[in-house]
């Protein structure tokens, strides 16, 4: 970009949730120093012809994993090109701030589904800082292309104060670990971190790489107590900080346990955000309670609690057994750890099979539908199967669909590719939770999942929903909600 640059003839959103506006803009240095309504003939400025354009500021990606990709591609070109200016990592109680790279490797590998080869490959002799002071000193040498911004990771820190096993299989630190936390935690307040996140999801497990007896355990957030929470809250509370949580998907207790710590009687709320609200195909009104809680938590406990809502349908695509979907199983928590020939002779063994349907019929609250008529095939050796769903496929060689999953699985593994929406499949619910009080865009999980799921383009879908639907969601308002009351609630 030339020293001086002029917009010209755009319709300007400043991000206050204003209607947009024609005006013209001057940038010096690549910063607006004057709006005019027309500006003045400038000979030494670029100017850029903006008629028939949006010009609004830069967006902000609450939910981002780029932890590992940002050492080796700090460009973050597929978020840039979607018009985000600034990324947040360090969610879901993982981050690179603090810990080894084996650490990583165990973290992020199997929670986010990054092939291990590859992030081998991101952070071998990459990590040479000690502190999470130095950690910030090592991202502002990076020739990064949006501005970033990091909460500290819960399990990094519980690894750093107790160990990598005790930090797993223990839930109340000894005095001294709790108190170590509790300075690592400090440490990142004073170094300007966005505060701290927590993960209280239990479908977040670790490789088991450095010790097979760990495979498919709950990250170490998860082994954590209210406890342990409220004390490393409370530090996130007295630095004005932010509060990242992922509660129990199966269990509402949680949530109640997060309102309770943002809560403002006799103190300051905590500002606390939480992934996601989401209207599911499994429960298609759990997404009200959420708002609902939320709400009442906010005007009531003078919490100040905000959930993240993402603005497309949660499509979700499977290796074989290989998903996210599949973690909340007991029986493919195992698979997943296991090899192709390992999984197959699985899917192939009575046992096994026997164990895997009794988790798919099992009664009770569900992340994923299960629904068979809703996963459909995007690979299989068989040409046949594709577009199909697996009912269809099933229904047509004569078969128990279920039975019929498990022989595709036994035979294919990783080779027969399906896919599902598993929530935010409803257009109107979808847009009207964007345009809720008590959420913000986010959830887009930018940088993991990239072979299952990831939304980089969430603030431009965001935009296209708002023409979609005007009388919900306002442009003027899905611009705000993505620049000034997004940084509003992260404290930029």
């Given at each position: 970009m030339a020293q001086t640059t002029i917009i010209r003839n755009g319709t300007f959103f400043d991000g206050s949730g204003k209607p947009g506006r024609k005006a013209d803009l001057l940038l010096r240095e690549g910063k607006v120093v004057e709006i005019f309504d027309q500006a003045p003939p400038l000979e030494e400025a670029l100017s850029l012809d903006a008629t028939g354009k949006w010009v609004m500021p830069g967006f902000l990606d609450i939910h981002t994993h780029y932890d590992a990709e940002v050492e080796v591609m700090p460009g973050l070109e597929e978020s840039v090109r979607h018009g985000v200016t600034t990324v947040v990592f360090g969610n879901c109680s993982l981050s690179n701030a603090v810990g080894t790279e084996q650490d990583m490797l165990e973290l992020f590998s199997r929670v986010e589904n990054m092939?291990?080869?590859?992030?081998?490959?991101?952070?071998?002799?990459?990590?040479?800082?000690?502190?999470?002071?130095?950690y910030y000193e090592h991202l502002d040498k990076l020739p990064v292309g949006p501005n970033i911004a990091s909460f500290i990771g819960h399990s990094n820190v519980r690894i750093a104060a107790m160990g990598f096993e005790r930090s797993l299989r223990v839930h109340k630190p000894e005095a001294e670990e709790?108190?170590?936390?509790e300075n690592i935690v400090s440490e990142a307040m004073e170094a300007g971190y966005l505060g701290l996140s927590i993960d209280m999801l239990p479908f977040h497990r670790i490789l088991g790489e450095k010790n097979a007896a760990f495979?498919?355990?709950?990250?170490?957030?998860?082994?954590?107590?209210?406890?342990?929470?409220?004390?490393?809250?409370?530090?996130?509370?007295?630095?004005?900080?932010?509060?990242?949580?992922?509660?129990?998907a199966v269990d509402k207790i949680s949530v109640l346990k997060l309102l309770g710590l943002?809560?403002?009687?006799?103190?300051?709320?905590?500002?606390?955000?939480?992934?996601?609200a989401l209207d599911t195909k499994s429960d298609q009104k759990i997404h009200r309670l959420a708002t609902f809680l939320a709400d009442m938590a906010n005007t009531l406990l003078r919490s100040n609690v905000r959930w993240q809502a993402l603005a497309e349908?949660?499509?979700?695509?499977?290796?074989?057994?290989?998903?996210?979907?599949?973690?909340?199983?007991?029986?493919?928590?195992?698979?997943?750890?296991?090899?192709?020939?390992?999984?197959?002779?699985?899917?192939?063994d009575p046992s096994f099979r026997k164990q895997f349907k009794k988790d798919w019929m099992a009664w009770g609250t569900s992340v994923f539908h299960r629904r068979l008529d809703d996963m459909?095939?995007?690979?299989?050796?068989?040409?046949?199967?594709?577009?199909?769903?697996?009912?269809?496929?099933?229904?047509?060689?004569?078969?128990?669909?279920l039975e019929h999953l498990m022989d595709l699985l036994a035979e294919y593994d990783t080779d027969f590719r399906w896919y599902s929406a598993v929530a935010n499949h409803r257009p109107r619910q979808r847009v009207r939770l964007l345009a809720h009080r008590t959420t913000?865009?986010?959830?887009?999980?930018?940088?993991?999942?990239?072979?299952?799921?990831?939304f980089q383009d969430g603030s431009l879908q965001v935009l296209k929903q708002a023409l979609e639907y005007p009388d919900i969601l306002p442009v003027e308002l899905a611009i705000y909600r993505m620049t000034k009351n997004g940084r509003r609630l992260v404290g930029f």
């Open positions: 092939p291990t080869d590859i992030l081998k490959k991101w952070i071998k002799d990459k990590i040479t800082w000690k502190t999470t002071h130095e709790m108190k170590k936390m495979k498919g355990i709950s990250v170490p957030s998860q082994q954590a107590r209210l406890p342990e929470y409220r004390r490393l809250a409370n530090i996130v509370r007295r630095f004005n900080r932010v509060l990242q949580a992922t509660p129990n943002s809560a403002g009687i006799f103190r300051k709320p905590l500002r606390t955000t939480i992934v996601a349908p949660f499509l979700n695509y499977a290796d074989g057994p290989i998903t996210p979907l599949f973690e909340e199983f007991p029986s493919t928590v195992k698979a997943i750890g296991a090899s192709s020939d390992e999984r197959k002779a699985m899917f192939k459909w095939v995007d690979k299989s050796p068989n040409p046949g199967h594709i577009g199909k769903n697996i009912a269809q496929i099933a229904r047509e060689a004569g078969k128990n669909p913000i865009p986010g959830f887009n999980d930018s940088g993991a999942h990239n072979v299952n799921m990831a």
